[in-house]
Every structure is written in structure tokens, then in C-alpha cells.
């Protein structure tokens, strides 16, 4: 029972790293269309318009001022980041063996090696362990991955809620063209305040 419920996990946390890279290519393809609605009814009140691109400068002064936090909060968990668990490690070397480029000497490999490496460094137990059952290497997850994966799941779950809370998102989704002109608005509305 208990390697059934690790492989849906493995499945969920999969599923859901997919789901959201696609989510956040969507909200910024949506984002730069919104942002032109914004600024094409901005044009039709220039005195509006003044107060807003304020706001709007000082909000993406403050959002340059958040990603160098985050940047700086990320280099922190780098430095401080847990170990690498000791069936990680077990996996990636057997994954390196058969698949290293010094080792194989295959470019198709090479491609697996880099993923492998990518998985290793960011803790990815999902994706660490798709790669081994490609490779028909057996990947031992004990419940310190188990947890990890929960979290995993967790936080991609977390990070796609918010941007289905966006404006861009919403307006996206939107089929209604009086209702995306009233999010566009709405969110000129809030700025103003």
C-alpha cells in the first residue's frame, strides 16, 4: 500500500510542476496583454493616467525590490539547504553511471545526465525518481522524500492558487468582453486608491 500512495505522490508532484510552469507562461503572456488594455484606457484619462503610472513605477520599483529579496532569499536557501537525502545521492550515482558523458559517451544520454544533475541540485524527488524508473533503476524513498514530496505539493499547489487570484489570469480566462473591460477597471480602480 504504501509504494502505491508514494507513486501517486510522485505523480501528483509531477503533474503539478508541469501545471505550473504552464500557469506561469500563460499569467506573463497575460500579463504584458493586460498591462496594454490597462495603458489603452489610461489614454482616455490622462489625469488618471499621471496618478497611475506612479503607482505603476513605484510597484515595479517595489517588485525589482521583491525578486532581489527573493534572489537573495534563494542564494540563503542555497547555502543553507538541507543535505541531500542518502537514497538521492544513491540514485543520482547509479544514474551517473549509466549515463554520464565522460562515461556513455551518448548525446541521448547527456540530455538525462543534465536533467538527473538538475534534480539532484534542487532536491526534485519526483523528478529523480521518473528518471531512475526510466533507467530501471530501483529508487528507494523513505519517509524523509515522502515529506519532502508533500511539500513539493504543497507549495506548487499554493503558487498555482495565487496566480489563478491574478487580474492577468482572470482576465485571461475571461470569454466575456464587458467583463474583461470591468477587471481592467477594477484593477485601474485599486491602483488609484
Known amino acids: 500500500m504504501r509504494s502505491l500512495e508514494t507513486r501517486r505522490l ?15 507562461e500563460l499569467v506573463k503572456q497575460a500579463d504584458a496583454e493586460f498591462m496594454s488594455k490597462v ?5 482616455e484619462y490622462p489625469d488618471i493616467k499621471k496618478g497611475i503610472d506612479a503607482a505603476i513605477s513605484f510597484a515595479v520599483e517595489s517588485a525589482a525590490d ?5 534572489k537573495d532569499e534563494e542564494a540563503e ?7 541531500v ?6 540514485a543520482f550515482r547509479e544514474v551517473a553511471k549509466k549515463t554520464h558523458p565522460d562515461i556513455c559517451g ?20 519526483a523528478a529523480m ?23 513539493s505539493i504543497s507549495s506548487a499547489k499554493e503558487r498555482i492558487s495565487f496566480i489563478e487570484s491574478t487580474f492577468s489570469w482572470n482576465w485571461m480566462r475571461e470569454q466575456d468582453s464587458a467583463k474583461k473591460e470591468a477587471l481592467v477597471k477594477e484593477f485601474i480602480a485599486r491602483k488609484v486608491r
Request: with cysteine; aromatic share 6%; net charge negative.
Open 39 to 43: 495603458g489603452e484606457l489610461l489614454e
Open 66 to 70: 521583491d525578486e532581489e529579496a527573493e
Open 10 to 24: 510522485i505523480k501528483e508532484a509531477e503533474y503539478l510542476s508541469t501545471e505550473l510552469e504552464y500557469r506561469s
Open 129 to 151: 525518481s521518473s528518471i531512475c524508473e526510466s533507467l530501471g533503476i530501483e529508487m528507494s524513498i523513505g519517509e524523509e522524500e515522502i515529506q519532502m514530496l508533500r511539500s
Open 85 to 90: 537525502s542518502a537514497s538521492m545521492k544513491k
Open 106 to 125: 551518448s548525446t541521448n544520454l547527456s540530455g538525462i545526465w543534465m536533467k538527473a544533475s538538475e534534480a539532484h541540485d534542487s532536491g526534485d524527488i
Open 77 to 83: 536557501k542555497e547555502y543553507f539547504r538541507e543535505p
